[in-house]
């Protein structure tokens, strides 16, 4: 794992290098682990991918994302491993993890992507309300799916969802 975890480190220092500006790092699979297998195989390499990432390029601070699907039970300590956001699934309330986060990192997430399969209206309905649990449109929230689009999903849909985000977020 420490030999992965260089090389994810490498790789995303050579996306810096190259431009990135902002990098990203997903767990797809650390929520199925029991807590203290999630601390010593995954925690524990994100924690050392993110102590070897390179921090700035340019005078512009780069921006470091951790994401765990069905992490909801590691929210504090994923945000004490020095990422600057931490990404979300659907799992959990946004608003819940913004305040047992505080303003320690910013949060990215959490819309269900199933939603994406749902009527315009719907999906209007669910993107207020992922906005609206999260609280003041200034505070360090990336509004994301919270995980994966499906190749199914209607283009249409997805359109819903970034004119309701535009439109919504302007409003608070």
């Known amino acids: ?60 601070k780069i921006p470091s994302i951790v994401f765990t699907k069905g992490g909801g039970l590691w929210l504090e300590a994923i945000a004490d491993i020095g990422c600057d956001a931490l990404g979300l699934d659907w799992t959990i309330d946004i608003g819940a993890a913004r305040r047992r986060v505080g303003t320690r990192v910013a949060l990215q997430g959490n819309l269900d992507p199933n939603v994406l399969f749902a009527s315009p209206d719907a999906i209007a309905r669910e993107v207020r309300s992922v906005l609206d649990s999260f609280g003041a449109a200034d505070s360090g929230h990336v509004f994301n799916l919270g995980h994966g689009i499906s190749q199914f999903t209607p283009p249409e849909h997805v359109g819903a969802l970034v004119d309701t985000v535009h439109d919504y977020s302007q409003m608070q």
Do not use: C, H, P
């Open 1 to 60: 794992l420490s030999i992965n975890a260089d090389a994810v480190t490498r790789y995303l220092n050579a996306q810096i290098e190259s431009g990135a500006q902002a990098v990203m790092l997903f767990d797809s699979w650390g929520g199925s682990l029991s807590d203290a297998a999630y601390r010593e195989f995954s925690l524990a390499y994100m924690r050392q991918v993110i102590d070897g990432l390179i921090r700035e390029k340019d005078g512009q």
